[in-house]
């Protein structure tokens, strides 16, 4: 009598946790990594926020959760509180974006950056911020004049390697004598790291500096020494007003709008989504008139011709470092071969640490 | 001319009752500063606290994520019980309760689809050793060396922090994982096993609950406790009654150590269940909030764990609800200390107000 009871009082507890915090009306909520103020990735992922609370869509979001124990119960209270669709916005987030998805079927989930689906409400989506960075190769390639662009990555995953690689094909394309020159950062947000990874890239030589992390460092270090420099995730200008050739801009805002709506109409389906500068979720932050005009028009052009399907970051033929082919003359790499990208092309300076 | 002067007399006489209700003044006073700022930044006080301190416990989910967090914390804190009390300043627990998890990660690991009721006691035991070990290095600094134990132990946290990120990036990485900075997710045989379905809370509770149990047994039923205690107090006192101060210190980093390697390991088989860079959010250091303001008393530690744990799940509802920055959750931490801190500057001491002739002077 007594366990039933207590069973019982267990699952009438449980029920009104629940029914508090049912509500009606559609909702969506965020999950970011990072301070809304960061100027970086998380800095973009809000303005996307911004753009579907723009439509009416009520939205919520939390800041600076950690990737670890945290972030499951984060995304369970935004399922449990009734939100309908939520948006992890890391890749740390994927295992307990799954774990969650599993226990709440009615509640759609979108992880960025991830490759694991593993229940049929969870979508997976993220950009291909390689074209920005083959537009990036074509600027650096004309504008360097010690040959040596210096590049500051964070984690030797596909996506970094591909923007190295697209980078410097692109460069070597206008510059055969181009070299990368890259510094492990190991962290996504580091001002100090990050700083001096600028500064030795620019004591080797490097007159380009370009960063595959967040903070505004890089480029104001950059400004400082009076070299090239490229704006990361959001337009860095202000921070860098001369040495900013351009910024790669993320912009979610389409796309979250377009999922929101999907699953407040009850159209919303699984899928795997991998846009770039066609779709508009890679854009380019105005370019520098210190360029000049022709290299300007050059850039356009060929941002228009990726956009377009007409040029590829990755057409052949594409070496490795020792020399052995990846990619036919003529072909084009497959989204399969780009997604899990573990090698260095011809002219990138070192080795990728394992 | 009359000049005020100021003048602050050490108390004799503090009454043991107050002692330990002061944290509940700080904590009333942190929730009235608190609900000053909410008013301020615009929303109505109470319902605010309540978004802060209800909401998040206000079901069974949200009572188990709060022994989930508090768990480590209560563990960590006792540990650092032992240092504290006996005039052992162990800062770097942080590093102590990652190195223990690297430790106990790697032989979860080596044991990866490995079966047996003996693969997680081995584990554990080797995530406790990993704490000791580190704390050690602070430990016989200090004792033969001479050295700064604050210093040592806080250096020692960025060690262990790019010694995790070096091994989670590269030999360890997870081979079908992209190279993304993370290990494989640990076989079943080494999670700790959860106590109810649908709940996070698992048995590392019972860690910590022993440990609770035994410290108490420890400082307050045996000659040892009694030494921490004497050496506490004074350090000279200690030196002619004879105990051997070397020792002693060595004992307490050992045990403050073994527990944040406990709650490390706990951490990466209960809910994390792998390693990666981010296995602790600053427990180590939050604990050192929790065990002051827990007077170093274990049961007291208990309660300060549950409401420092509350503060981070307060935090996350009130953005969720009320949308207000996380960081207010940080804030209410440095109330709680600040007022703490505060009411025991006026417990221990008495201000006096001296009106006195400029003349007198």
């Known amino acids: 009598m ?33 301070p809304t103020g960061d100027h970086g990735w998380t800095y973009q992922h809000h303005e996307g926020r911004n753009a579907v609370e723009a439509l009416g869509i009520k939205t919520t979001y939390v800041e600076s959760v950690p990737e670890g124990a945290d972030a499951e119960r984060v995304i369970r209270q935004l399922a449990q509180s009734g939100h309908d669709l939520i948006f992890t916005t890391s890749f740390g987030y994927m295992d307990p974006t799954n774990k969650v998805a599993k226990d709440f079927p009615n509640v759609k989930f979108e992880h960025a950056t991830g490759y694991k689906r593993e229940h049929s409400n969870v979508s997976t989506y993220s950009a291909r911020f390689y074209e920005g960075r083959t537009l990036l190769g074509h600027m650096a390639g004309k504008m360097t004049k010690t040959n040596t662009i210096g590049y500051i990555a964070s984690f030797p995953i596909p996506e970094v390697i591909r923007g190295i690689n697209a980078m410097t094909l692109a460069a070597q394309k206008v510059n055969p004598d181009i070299k990368t020159k890259i510094v492990w950062v190991f962290t996504w947000y580091d001002p100090g790291k ?18 595959h992390t967040d903070s505004t460092a890089p480029v104001q270090v950059a400004e400082k020494a009076g070299v090239w420099s490229f704006g990361q995730a959001s337009d860095m200008q202000r921070f860098a007003p001369k040495s900013i050739l351009t910024s790669i801009i993320d912009d979610w805002a389409p796309y979250y709008v377009e999922r929101s709506i999907a699953a407040r109409d009850g159209t919303w389906k699984q899928q795997d989504t991998w846009h770039g500068l066609k779709e508009g979720m890679v854009a380019m932050a105005p370019y520098n008139s210190a ?31 020792k020399g052995n082919i990846l990619v036919a003359e003529g072909a084009v790499a497959d989204d399969g071969m780009l997604a899990g990208m573990n090698v260095y092309v011809k002219g990138v300076e070192g080795d990728i640490p394992q | ?90 800062i770097g627990a ?19 689809n490995h079966d047996g009721f003996y693969v997680l006691p081995i584990i554990i035991l080797s995530g406790a050793i990993g704490g000791i070990l580190f704390a050690m290095i602070p430990a016989i ?25 070096y091994l989670v990036v590269g030999p360890w990485s997870n081979p079908e994982g992209f190279n993304f900075p993370e290990t494989r997710q640990f076989s079943e045989s080494a999670r700790m096993p959860i106590l109810f379905g649908g709940l996070r809370i698992h048995a590392g509770i019972f860690i910590t609950l022993i440990t609770v149990f035994l410290t108490w047994l420890i400082l307050y039923k045996t000659y040892l406790g009694f030494q921490i205690k004497v050496s506490g107090l004074s350090l000279k006192t200690a030196k002619y009654a004879g105990y051997k101060g070397k020792t002693m210190i060595i004992i307490v980093f050992m045990i403050s150590g073994a527990c944040a390697g406990l709650a490390g390991v706990g951490e990466i088989t209960g809910p994390i ?63 709680i200390l600040f007022f703490l801190l ?18 007198e002077l």
């Open chain 1, 2 to 34: 007594y366990k039933l009871f207590l069973r019982s009082l267990i699952s009438a507890l449980f029920l009104l946790g629940f029914s508090i915090n049912a509500n009606a009306e559609f909702k969506v909520g965020f999950v970011y990594v990072g």
């Open chain 1, 194 to 211: 990050e700083s001096e990874a600028a500064q030795a890239l620019i004591d080797q030589g490097a007159d380009i500096i370009m960063q």
């Open chain 1, 291 to 321: 360029m000049g005009s022709d290299l300007i028009k050059e850039v356009e052009q060929l941002q228009k011709d990726l956009a377009s399907g007409k040029a590829h970051s990755f057409t052949g033929p594409i070496y490795d470092q």
């Open chain 2, 1 to 90: 001319m009359e000049v005020q002067l100021i003048k602050i007399e050490k108390r004799n006489d503090v009454s043991r009752s107050i002692y330990f209700l002061t944290p509940v003044l700080a904590i009333f006073l942190t929730l009235f500063g608190g609900g000053i700022i909410f008013y301020i930044l615009g929303f109505n006080p109470i319902e605010a606290l309540k978004f802060f301190f209800i909401t998040p416990i206000s079901d069974l989910y949200g009572l188990s994520e709060l022994l989930v967090k508090a768990t480590p914390l209560c563990l960590i804190a006792i540990g650092l019980s032992f240092c504290f009390k006996s005039n052992n300043w162990n």
């Open chain 2, 94 to 112: 942080e590093g102590q309760l990652i190195f223990g998890g690297i430790v106990g990660g790697g032989v979860a690991l080596l044991f990866y």
């Open chain 2, 141 to 165: 600094l200090k004792t033969y060396f001479n050295t700064n134990e604050i210093l040592v132990s806080l250096m020692l946290v960025y060690v262990a922090k790019l010694l995790l990120d």
């Open chain 2, 273 to 335: 269940g792998q390693l990666h860079r981010n296995i602790s959010p600053d427990y180590g250091f939050t604990a050192i909030i929790v065990a002051f303001l827990g007077r170093l008393n274990p049961v007291g530690i208990i309660f300060a764990s549950l409401i420092v744990a509350l503060t981070y799940l307060g935090a996350e509802t009130a953005q969720i609800f009320l949308q207000v920055p996380k960081y207010t959750g940080q804030v209410f931490q440095g109330m």
């Open chain 2, 342 to 359: 505060g009411s025991d500057y006026l417990l221990f001491f008495k201000i006096k107000f001296l009106g006195l002739k400029k003349n």
